[in-house]
Nanobody, 122 residues
Framework: QMQLVESGGGLVQAGGSLRLSCVDT????????MGWFRQAPGKEREFVAA???????FSSDSAKGRFTISRDTAKKTVYLEMNSLKPEDTAVYYC????????????????WGQGTQVTVSS
């Protein structure tokens, strides 16, 4: 069974950068779309970006121009490079694997990591 582990979160000032990583520690090489979502306190889980099995990428409007998703297939790792961070980006960031479904719908993801906290101070 796939096990995803996120890392790279932390506290950063507005305008700063972070790079999140998501590793498939079981190295299952399960085909599918890897997505990044975030969830702030009291809010629903929100789509951020995704990368398909073929490498096609998708981004939310809030992420476009600031966040970049990429994948290192050999390392079984997906990255989320976040630049120009804003206080409203503060949330727990989760990565997940989708076998099929709507990319922006978290309910269509089969596996999730435990999340990594990102806090952006003003």
């Amino acid at each position: 069974q796939m096990q995803l582990v996120e890392s790279g979160g932390g506290l950063v000032q507005a305008g700063g950068s972070l790079r999140l990583s998501c590793v498939d520690t079981k190295r299952t090489n399960t085909p599918g779309t890897m997505g990044w979502f975030r969830q702030a306190p009291g809010k629903e889980r929100e789509f951020v970006a995704a990368i398909g099995w073929s490498g096609q990428t998708f981004s939310s409007d809030s992420a476009k121009g600031r966040f970049t998703i990429s994948r290192d297939t050999a390392k079984k790792t997906v990255y989320l490079e976040m630049n120009s961070l804003k206080p409203e980006d503060t949330a727990v960031y989760y990565c997940g694997l989708q076998i099929s479904g709507v990319i922006r719908n978290p309910s269509d993801y089969s596996y999730w990591g435990q999340g990594t906290q990102v806090t952006v101070s003003s």
